[in-house]
Every structure is written in C-alpha cells, then in structure tokens.
C-alpha cells in the first residue's frame, strides 16, 4: 500500500474549506454576485450564530467579504466570494478528486485468508 | 464519496446561480407584465389617444411596470433572500452599450430642443419639459433597472410613449400614417409589440422554471435542517 502518497494527499486538503458548513458556504456565494444572509441561513439550515462564527473564519481567511448594512431599521448582511476564495475552491476541488484517485478501491482489494 | 461531495457542490452552485437569475436576467411574472404593457402602451398611443384619462395612465405605465417589477423580485421569486446574479462580462458590456445608447439618445434630443427653443427656451409648451424629464428618466432606469436587452427595449419603448404622450402625441401604428417620416416611424416602432410578445413568452418560461426552482430550494432546506 503507497500510504505515504495518500496521507500526503490528504494532509495537503485545505482544513479551512474541508468544513462541510464552510464548503456549503463557499459552494452557494461561488453561484452568484453577492447572497444575503437570510438566503445562506435558509441553504444551510444552520443557526445564526454558527453560520456567523465559520463566516467570520472564511473572511479572517480572506476568502469572502462581509459588506454590514441597513434596509431600513433591519440590519442587512451581504457576502460575497472573493477571487482568493474562488481559487481556493477550485483547488480543494482538484485535491479531493485526486485523493479519491489515489484510494485503492475497496471491492478491488483481495481478501486475506 | 467524492463523487457524492463534488455533484452536491455542483448542484448547490448551480441552484443559487438559478435562483440569483431572479435578480437581474430573469423576470418570470414581471417580463409578463411588462410585455402587456408594452402591447397596452404601443396600441393605446393612437386608439386611446383624445380619451381624458389616456394620456396619465400611459405616462404612469413605466413607473407602474419598475415598481411592479420590484416588488415581485423581493416578495416572490427572492423571497428567502436577495441573491445578486453574477454578471459575464458580455452581460456587462451589453448593459454599458445600452445605456450608452440611451445616454446619446437623451443627449441628441436635449440638444435639439435646445436649438429649437433657443430665442426663448421658457416658451415651450409644459408638455416638452414633461417629455424631457421622461427622456432623462428613461437614461436613470435603463442604468439602473433595465438590464437584459429584453427589458432595455421595452423599457425604453414605455418611457418613449410616455414622453410622446406628454407632449401631445404617440407612435403612429403601422399602416395609418402616410407622410415618410410617420412612416418609418411606425416601423421602427413595429419591434416594440415584436419584443413584447419575446418578453411574455420567456416570462412565461422563467415563471415555470421558477416553480421548479422553489421545489429544489425546499428539498434542500429540509435536507439540510435534517427533514425528511
């Protein structure tokens, strides 16, 4: 088994956009402009608070932008992807296919006896 | 497993890309009611025109059709949310032309009005000023809200009639004019009720599109809340 191969693969994944919430986070802003919050937290199905805790890693990240406003009297919160972040998408894109590449295949693997 | 984790990425970029065509390309309801009363505005000129209450509803139809059209993008189709489309640049620099075009046409006629009236500019009639402040208005809407070419060439055409409307006249329809300028007017004007029948049909589609879009956002709402 090349094991070394496969956890390097592994260990090159970026922790930061392997988080489900984060990936779902960066998947939805990589499909448009700009996405307010309400629509993030309606995908998502998280709370607000945990969706506002990964949003502020991905933005210390520098992977999005958080643009703080107000309709009115009722606080808007705009995010959008930045250019970093849609790189880092496609890249951890590219490292998973490949990791999953590399994998031997289970059913493949011969029984021991 | 990866396979699984790549599609569901996919499907979600792809469904917040189909929702966010709710905010800009995309007008379902809205394209509908813009194109009728596209239909309303080109044929109303000349059969309504000398009726007292004729000449404000046709001007009010532009102002009536952005409100409207608003007004369904936030309450209906981006009701979970305001979601910007992302735009190409080809959307960007056909969006640059139009209201370029537009900026020229608002230019040329302020200009030539100006000439027109020179010796006394406050001797035009009231009307023309009201035709103008629509001109202007037309350049305001076609940069801020008109922004596929569908939209822009309705749009365009509803602030033109209003205009026409305000200083007393309308496009001529196709077959009742006989001098050559009224003519060819006319025809120019034939693409109006042509690109509102365009503007109904995808209207019509977007709105069906959008029916199933909303299914997709609720399956994926209860999926991620954990629902079955």
């Known amino acids: 088994m090349s094991t070394p191969g496969h956890l390097g693969e592994v260990m090159a994944l970026d922790r930061l956009v392997h988080e489900p919430a984060r990936l779902l986070i960066l998947a939805v802003l990589a499909g448009a402009k700009e996405v307010e919050f309400g629509f993030l937290e309606s995908m998502s199905g998280l709370s607000k608070g945990n969706l506002s805790s990964h949003m502020s890693k991905l933005e210390a990240a520098g992977l999005i932008a958080v643009k703080k406003s107000f309709r009115g009297k009722r606080p808007l919160t705009e995010l959008a992807i930045t250019p970093a972040g849609r790189r880092a998408l496609a890249a951890y894109r590219q490292q998973l296919a490949a990791v999953m590449q590399e994998l031997p295949d289970p059913a493949a693997t011969p029984k021991r006896r | ?228």
């Open chain 2, 1 to 228: 497993m990866s396979a699984d984790v790549q599609t569901r990425l996919e499907e979600l970029e792809a469904l917040t890309r189909r929702y966010a065509r709710y905010s800009r390309s995309a007008g379902g309801l809205s394209s509908v009611l813009g194109g009728v009363l596209c239909l309303i505005a080109y044929f109303g000129g000349q059969l309504l025109h000398g009726a007292a209450w004729a000449g404000p509803v046709l001007i009010a139809i532009p102002a009536v059709w952005l409100l409207a059209k608003g007004w369904m993008m936030h309450r209906y189709y981006q009701r979970l949310g305001h979601v910007e489309e992302q735009e190409t640049p080809l959307d960007r620099r056909v969006h640059r032309f139009c209201v370029a075009v537009a900026l020229l046409v608002a230019l040329a006629i302020t200009f030539g009005l100006g000439l027109v009236a020179r010796p006394h500019p406050w001797s035009l009639p009231a009307g023309m000023f009201g035709y103008l402040a629509l001109v202007w208005l037309m350049v305001l809407a076609a940069w801020r809200w008109l922004r596929s070419p569908l939209d822009f060439i309705v749009g365009v055409f509803l602030f033109c009639q209003a205009a026409m409307v305000s200083a007393g006249s309308y496009y001529p329809l196709i077959g009742t004019t006989h001098t050559d300028q009224a003519l060819l007017m006319s025809l120019v004007a034939l693409m109006f009720p042509l690109a509102a029948l365009a503007m109904i049909a995808s209207g019509i589609a977007e709105h069906r599109q959008f029916r199933a879009l909303r299914l997709q956002l609720e399956q994926q709402r209860r999926a991620a809340l954990g629902q079955p």
